[in-house]
């Protein structure tokens, strides 16, 4: 990840998530309240501001010195500075902690890493990643969400698809939270809140990704016909040579 990366427009499109932060945050307090979260990725801060909206006392999110400090929404000392693609600073354990549509945007080893080092902060992980071919601003490590559950599960996590179902036909989320985003527990923290047996059918493309990518395809279809058309009817209407 480089500074060039992203722009001003990606971060304050992130800045703009709090509502719905708060929204799939609530559904994962009505099994726990955590007093304390760490987001690795966070961008501006905004799940984070969420969270502490919604009484969590102590936060801390992980991100590069390219989120410009005018858009951050969290404090100098809750922002701390880390390159995913290099060593992940140590913050100690946290009751949760919230990675989403993070790890799509690092290369595959950066992303072992992160799980590793998630599993080593919390005992509950907010968990979402871009699927194959969702697209998205500089997605290179894009994988089914039964792929990063196996790294999860190297940690001793497992997978709980606790929060799709409540958020699937909600339109004013985007459809990426609703398509990807699972509960990961180890068994402890599973048993102890009661988050029930893990979840085995995991991957899965929403709606309206798909409808998306249909017109994508209809228009590219489209336009090469009108191309191929125009160039008959060009071949049809030159004069022969003689």
Known sequence: MSQNTYDSDFFRERSGEIRIAKEILGHVFEYFKPESVVDL???TGSWLLAAKQMGVARVNGIDGPWVPAEQRLIS??????????????????FDLAICTEVLEHVSAPASVRAVEWLC???PVV??????PSQGGTH??????????????????????????????SDSSLPFWYRQNILIM???QAAEKLGLGSPSTM???VHPDLYLDRLRMIDGLRRRTFKAKFRSFMRRLTRSPRE
């Open 41 to 43: 990725g966070t961008a």
């Open 76 to 93: 100098e000392a809750e922002f701390v500075l880390g390159d995913l693609e290099d060593s992940i600073p140590d913050l100690g354990r």
């Open 120 to 122: 080593r902060s919390a």
């Open 126 to 131: 907010l968990f979402s990643a871009a699927i």
């Open 139 to 168: 997605h290179i490590t894009e994988a089914w969400q039964s792929h990063w559950s196996a790294l999860f599960k190297q940690q001793g996590y497992e997978p709980f698809d606790l929060i799709r179902p409540k958020i699937w």
């Open 185 to 187: 527990a180890n068994d």
């Open 202 to 204: 995991l991957d899965c």
